[in-house]
């Protein structure tokens, strides 16, 4: 029952984009109606609402699903997770790589739990920083370990189409807890993902 109410709730939503977007490619001068518009509106509220639908999920519940008990307390690293999101400030994507690393503390997690809680922060409206501290959170208060790492560098449609003379920067945003705020543990951790960092 509560299934179907959302899913009305997001049919509506979905068909009050489709007549924004309607509205927006009229405002741009274009004609909505003719063959290759036609159908725009529908395909462009279906991507958003797929680009954003990280706000319906829960990243921790994902992670809570896969954790096992293990004593293993060595580096966990998975790097070159792709990502995409869209930058809230004007709704254009950015993209680029992940890496993740933890030490653990008596509980690890299913390795693809990583890049799946990556896409449900990264599915919003963001700002990069915002969604690396998000992850970094996550994933240290829900399995609680010795330390947490992600880096996350990536390219912004914002900078590189709009003109600014960046064209091909690279946005590097980190954020560490406990043990990465050692030199040491960090340096092994960014020598590992090839990342420069100050
Ligand atoms: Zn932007």
Redesign the pocket.
């Known amino acids: 029952m509560e299934q179907l109410n959302t899913e009305e709730f997001e049919n509506q939503v979905t068909q009050k984009l489709v007549e924004n977007y309607e509205l927006i490619i009229r405002e741009l001068g274009e004609d909505p109606f003719r063959e290759g518009l036609a159908k725009t509106p529908e395909r462009a509220a279906k991507a958003m609402k797929f680009l954003t639908q990280g706000y319906d999920q829960d990243a921790e519940a994902i992670l809570r699903s896969a954790m096992f008990r293990e004593d293993y307390s060595e580096m966990v690293l998975v790097k070159d997770i792709e990502v995409y999101s869209l ?1 809230e ?2 709704l ?1 994507p ?1 993209y680029g790589k992940a890496h993740v690393a933890y030490i653990p503390n008596g509980y690890i997690v299913g390795l693809s739990k990583i890049p799946r809680v990556i896409e449900v922060f990264a599915r919003r409206l963001q700002v990069q920083e915002r969604m690396t501290d998000q992850i970094l959170k996550c994933i240290d208060q829900t399995i609680k370990p010795l330390g947490v790492a992600v880096v996350i560098e990536a390219r ?1 449609m ?2 590189m189409m709009r003109g600014v003379q960046k064209q091909n920067s690279i946005t590097t945003t980190s954020a560490f807890t406990g043990e990465f705020q050692r030199v040491e543990t960090r340096s092994e951790f960014l020598n590992l993902i090839g990342a420069k960092l100050y």
Request: with cysteine.
């Open positions: 930058c400030h004007h254009l950015f912004h914002c900078m």
